[in-house]
Nanobody, 113 residues
Framework: VQLQASGGGLVQAGGSLRLSCAAS????????LGWYRQAPGKQRELVAI???????HYIDSVKGRFTISRGSAENTVYLKMSSLKPEDTGVYYC????????WGQGTQVTVSS
């Protein structure tokens, strides 16, 4: 199973980005999907998850600005990020939990002030 994340980049504060992640390989459907991020010098933190019943959870710092959603294709997940702040800078990793956790390779998001 491989997860391919994309959509990162450099954006000014207040801007928007949309991250995408798609899984390939033999994996079941209806899994928990999510995004973590890791800022320089900090531990990886959970940003958002969407359950197999489509309930969502966000860390407080991104509530109202980020939206996680499933794609129409199985095991595809998006993270729409708006009103970006410099503190959102980091490497964003997608993951899928399907009995075990699979990680994407990470995509860099840089928000300039």
């Amino acid at each position: 199973v491989q997860l391919q994340a994309s959509g990162g980049g450099l954006v000014q504060a207040g801007g928007s980005l949309r991250l995408s992640c798609a899984a390939s390989g033999s994996i079941s459907s209806g899994n928990i999907l999510g995004w973590y991020r890791q800022a320089p010098g900090k531990q990886r933190e959970l940003v958002a998850i969407i359950s197999n019943l489509d309930s969502t959870h966000y860390i407080d710092s991104v509530k109202g600005r980020f939206t996680i959603s499933r794609g129409s294709a199985e095991n595809t997940v998006y993270l729409k990020m708006s009103s970006l702040k410099p503190e959102d800078t980091g490497v964003y990793y997608c993951y899928i939990y399907a009995g075990r956790t699979y990680w994407g390779q990470g995509t860099q998001v840089t928000v300039s002030s």
